[in-house]
């Protein structure tokens, strides 16, 4: 498969008073075409950090500390913020975490599509309209949904218009932070079925970052669990459900609780700080695999069988 | 300590508010060396309409008063009222509007009456009044009618924040832990607002300096405490700016306008660095 | 001996004014409720999803809104009795742990405070050594260091941290019913577990627990019983294991088929489609005829709609539905 979005070695970092939160340091990935990406993990492992830098879209007192995101050939953290802004929404959109919640509560929705268009492409507002009615009729919305405020619609439903306004310029990836946290288990399912229909129909690339693996099983083609700032583990989704390799992934998968089994094993010891990592594996501290190496030198991310990486000293590495 | 460095505006403020505290502080002092005991209201102490000199920074004015002395003593004045009228309409306005939104129900339909009829009548000339027909008005009674009808203002706005931060968890927490309404209100509720306390107590001050300024200016208010509006109208009553005697027009004029500019700054600044933070740590 | 909570048939109304045209609207957020738990301490799991009325149950039972008709018993007591005539213990005895492990600290305090304040409010220690060494215990007991958590503002725990918290002041005050109103929807997938743990612990300790959420699957690891509400309605109850492996009702049967199950070879297979009375929020319903799930049923048949079918026992389980 090619490869459309590519991420080498992305560093994002916070200022802090106490130094430098190092909450993404050194995450490398590469999107292919046409698939459906999860990237998992616990809360503070990095995750939202990785799309946000990937987008440009820190804002201080974070900063991009250094790293490349290829993206048709060229380096979009190079780009100015003007460049950038053409690039955005066009071909790479973004739905933010919470983003159900930060739309303008007096304005219509369909006002709200509109003006975003407009402020990306040039173009007329009849037309913009037609390209935000047919957005929303993609999503499976009624068209009275255009003339309805935020407010009157349901949780699940605001998410769906955002998820429409990601498509309407039809782009090449769409980032999605969290698409279902927060709605009620019936429109999950709904939400994240169209999610995982947005490649079939549209063609679309889609990174969704969330943490619960149940929503990867299901509409995933890849994914990429993260830990403290690092991405541990990339593979085909059947290969990380089935041969998970990474011990936290292990640990990850064995800890969700579910309807097939009324146990559930937690992870010991707590999540590491993003001021002081570690030394060497920065999983050393909680992993029942630990061998001397670990506490000294960081795992690189290798390949081990055919498009399922690890980064762990149990398989080897340099 | 942070708020100096992130913003200008808040630091220039303070620094001009703190100048002019500092003079006002010292008032006494000075005046006492300069005067020799006397009062700087006092008529005919020097020769009258002398222009500036080395004893006379700012001249004197037609009854004979050292223009600098009474200007300090003016801004000192103005300084005491606004601060206590204004400390005054704030401590009425938060105990008020923190009772009528958190009880809610007939103790704040009363409440929001009695605050929207003291919006809708015009203070001004009711303050007029009052002054003009009662015999002795001293420094704190004045401070109190001025802030009377200051409290109201402040208090509608206060009121829909308090109801709104009653919502928030950590307020049905204490409810659960057994706190009485009077403990959730003061020990829950109100710390979270100081910052909003702060602002209102700085818009009261101004508010009302400004409404005894306009008292003064046409004449009304108590002679012996003279504010810096006072001084302006005695200047203005004695024809100072056809005579030339600038300094005593414009010296008390760029005094007020300091104050209310760097009061102001304070608040902007305040407001530029907690704004976005506050939503996050009041939840308002 | 008597039960510990009994809800009576109990109906909450809210009025909405509806400024446009003048007229109040009439909002059933509960609509003849009625469910106990006995003395034993178990796990009871109410599971629906927003709006269904299951918030305004807790708050009911927590005495911070009066129900609109009906009752509620605590230990044979109705409650009006006891916030009248003995608040004190009976906020002791009933307590909560909330959703947002944010919000329920107070931002301006260090997060000692909260339980430094629980224990002078029930006046359960003799002094400040005491006291120390209960809120010591406490946090232990839920896997917190003392020494990492006290002394620090709640911006500086985590989430986790935060919910645990509120699990060790519970602990503290060892109440006889804890309702636990959402206490992991905001934690991760892998944390919910150790939390839920916990509760498990405390029912061992003698704490019940009603267990407030959407989710089946902690509903499911955690309690021995389960109420399935929807719209102010319980429409099937029954043990955990009964409910869980054999739904009765449509809607707990279009519940469990939400559910993703984390294994890539067993996706959804159907497709759910929108339906317009999900556009808007559920918040109870304006009127009382009919089965409330009749507009979202796959089998929804005539007498659906204008009457409400009854509790029927079906093995250990009951269920408000005319297919049975």
Known sequence: ?318 | ?284 | MENLLELKNVVKIFTRANFAFSREKVIYALNDVSFSMDAEPKVLALVGESGSGKTTICKLILGLEEPTSGEILYKGVPLYRWLKENLKEYRREVQIIFQDPFETFNPFYRVDRILWTVIQKFNLARDNNEAKSKIEEGLEAVGLRAREILGRYPHQLSGGERQRFMLARAYILRPKLLVADEPVSMLDASLRAVFLDHLKEFKRNGISCLYITHDLNTAYYISDYILIIYAGKILERGPVEGVIRNPLHPYTKMLINSIPIPDPNKKWSDKVNIDITQLQKVSGRETVDGCVFYNRCDYAMERCKDNIPPMKRVGEQEVSCFLY
């Open chain 1, 1 to 318: 498969m090619d490869t459309i979005l590519e991420i080498q070695d992305l560093k994002v970092y916070f200022r802090t008073i106490f130094g430098d939160a190092k909450s993404l340091d050194g995450a490398s990935l590469r999107v292919y075409e046409r698939e459906v990406l999860g990237i998992a993990g616990e809360s503070g492992c990095g995750k939202s950090t990785l799309v946000e830098g990937a987008l440009k879209l820190v804002k201080p007192p974070g900063y991009i500390h250094s790293g490349k995101v290829l993206y048709n050939g060229r380096n979009l953290l190079e780009l100015d913020d003007e460049e950038f802004r053409k690039i955005r929404w066009k071909e790479l959109s973004y739905i933010p975490q919470g983003s159900m919640n930060s739309l303008n509560p007096v304005i219509k929705i369909e006002e709200q599509m509109i003006d975003g268009i407009i402020s990306h492409i040039d173009i007329s507002y009849p037309d913009a309209k037609e390209i935000a009615l047919e957005a929303l009729s993609d999503v499976g919305l009624p068209s009275d949904v255009a003339q309805m405020f935020p407010h009157e619609l349901s949780g699940g439903m605001r998410q769906r218009v955002c998820i429409a306004m990601s498509i309407c310029l039809r782009p090449k990836i769409i980032f999605a932070d969290e698409p279902v946290t927060a709605l009620d288990v019936v429109m999950q399912k709904l939400n994240l079925q169209t999610i995982g229909e947005l490649k079939e129909r549209f063609g679309v690339t889609v990174v969704m970052v969330a943490h619960d693996m149940a929503w990867h099983a299901e509409v995933a083609d890849r994914i990429a669990i993260m830990y403290a700032g690092k991405i541990v583990e990339i593979g085909t989704t059947s290969d990380i459900f089935g041969k998970p390799l990474h011990p936290y992934t292990k640990g990850l998968l064995d800890a969700v609780p579910s309807l097939e089994r009324r146990f559930s094993k937690s992870i010991p010891g707590i999540a590491p700080s993003p001021l002081s990592w570690p030394s060497g594996c920065r999983f050393h501290p909680r992993c029942s695999y630990k061998m001397g190496v670990c506490e000294e030198i960081d795992p690189p991310l290798i390949e081990i069988e055919k498009d399922h990486f690890v980064a762990c000293h149990i398989y080897g590495g340099r």
């Open chain 2, 1 to 284: 300590m942070r708020i100096f460095k992130s913003s200008p505006k808040f630091t220039v403020g303070v620094i001009i508010i703190s100048i002019l505290i500092v003079i006002a502080l010292l008032e006494p002092t000075i005046n006492n060396h300069r005067l020799g005991g006397h009062s700087s209201t006092e008529i005919g102490l020097y020769e009258t309409s002398l222009p500036p000199s080395k004893e006379h920074p700012f001249g004197t004015d037609a009854y004979g008063r050292d223009v600098f002395s009474l200007i300090l003593t003016g801004l000192k004045y103005s300084l005491l009222i606004g601060f206590i009228a204004g400390g005054l309409a704030t401590l009425i306005a938060v105990v008020l509007a923190t009772t009528a939104g958190y009880k809610g129900g007939w103790l704040d339909a009363f409440i929001t009456t009695v605050s929207n009829a003291i919006l809708i009548i015009p203070s001004w000339p009711i303050l007029a009044i009052i002054v003009l027909f009662v015999r002795k008005v001293d420094l704190f009674f004045l401070s109190l009618i001025l802030a009377f009808f200051s409290w109201a203002g402040s208090s509608r706005q206060i009121k829909p924040q308090i109801a709104s931060l009653k919502e928030r968890p950590y307020v049905e927490l204490a409810r659960v832990t057994a706190f009485s309404d009077i403990e959730i209100m003061f020990k829950e509720i109100l710390p979270n607002f100081l910052p909003y306390i702060f602002v209102g107590f700085s818009y009261a001050v101004t508010g009302t300096m400004m409404a005894e300024t306009a008292l003064r200016l046409v004449g009304l208010g108590p002679a012996d405490i003279p504010s810096l509006g006072q001084i302006l109208n005695w200047a203005l009553y004695a024809g100072a700016l056809a005579q030339g005697h600038y300094f005593l027009v414009l010296t008390p004029i760029v005094i007020l306008i300091l104050l209310f500019v760097s009061i102001n700054l304070i608040n902007v600044g305040l407001d530029e660095v907690y704004n976005p933070r506050l939503k996050q740590i009041t939840g308002v």
